[in-house]
């Protein structure tokens, strides 16, 4: 009597269980393989890398520089002297000052979203952790955060210590972490009373490692969308801020400040306003399908 090879069929062909022990994927590798399977979420991965490539790279090799004001003002688009995007109304060529706008832009959501993320990560973890009164009085002082007016807050920030990119970095990265530290300390709560933490916490680890080994990695999932969706949001309110005249000084621009230029001459030239308020909209769709993705992608039930 011949064995029979659980892994093998009687044809020789490779069994299910082979192809499992084989070819096991693990949760990280079946998220990449859905996100990908995402044809909006890839697509947009691919346009916002070229944005980024242009926000990066264009001004450094682009033959006008968005500081050099010329006699040739507020043409309109036009290939006679590289003005493809026209020039503002001081003679600037608009695709250079669009290019170091989107830099602009970019650098406040990313680094205000990192801002937010360490902030709201580290206080929700600890306080979903800890619990208790420590935790009581953790969120207390998010809820007082949370009563106080952005702009309210970013205007006292900027009477203060006066007006610099810097500081619209903390200000807007100073209010993003609230929902942050909601979000982990949540998950914080669902997590901490599995049994491998009480495993741990029996073999004598301590709190902080046990917040950093062990609820961290298991809160990165929606943490990590939650960081996509940030990011839009923040570019938005660098973009309502610049609008309003708080934003970034001159010769520095953003595209909140090229709109707020654009939409005043909106009827007479239209092609102020069109470019980067249509480069504002396809950055931020892309954030947000690929935030959409993650989503997606972390979560099977989503789908």
Not at 253 to 260: P, R
């Amino acid at each position: 009597m011949t064995d029979i090879d659980p892994l093998f069929d009687p044809t020789g062909r490779v069994t299910p269980m082979k192809q499992a022990i084989v070819g096991g994927r693990s949760l990280w590798d079946d998220a990449r393989a859905r996100l990908f399977r995402n044809k909006a979420a890839v697509v947009s991965m691919w346009i916002l890398g070229v944005i980024v490539l242009i926000a990066a790279f264009g001004p450094l090799i682009w033959v006008h520089d968005y500081k050099a004001i010329s006699d040739a003002r507020t043409i309109a688009p036009t290939m006679d002297n590289w003005h493809i995007l026209g020039t503002d109304i001081q003679g600037r060529d608009l695709l250079a000052r669009l290019m170091i706008g989107l830099r602009i832009s970019l650098m406040v959501g990313v680094v205000a979203t990192a801002v937010s993320l360490v902030i709201g990560v580290t206080w929700g973890a600890t306080a979903g952790y800890l619990g208790g009164r420590v935790d009581n009085f953790m969120m207390r002082i998010v809820d007082v955060l949370y009563a106080l007016p952005f702009i309210f807050f970013v205007i006292l920030l900027l009477t203060v210590f006066e007006r610099n990119i810097v500081l619209i970095f903390a200000a807007i990265g100073a209010i993003e972490w609230l929902t942050m530290a909601r979000i982990v300390r949540g998950q914080t709560l669902a997590i901490k009373g599995k049994e491998f933490i009480e495993a741990a916490r029996a073999s004598g680890v301590s709190r902080r490692a046990i917040i950093i080994r062990h609820i961290l990695p298991n809160v990165i999932g929606p943490v990590a969308v939650y960081v996509t969706l940030t990011i839009p949001v923040v570019i938005l309110a660098e973009s309502f801020l610049s609008f309003l005249g708080l934003g970034v000084n001159e010769p520095l621009t953003s595209l909140g400040v090229l709109i707020s230029e654009g939409a005043k001459t909106m009827e007479e030239k239209p092609w102020m306003l069109l470019a980067p308020a249509i480069t504002m909209a396809v950055t931020l769709l892309c954030l947000n399908f690929i935030g959409d993705g993650l989503r997606d992608a972390l979560d099977p039930k989503e789908r």
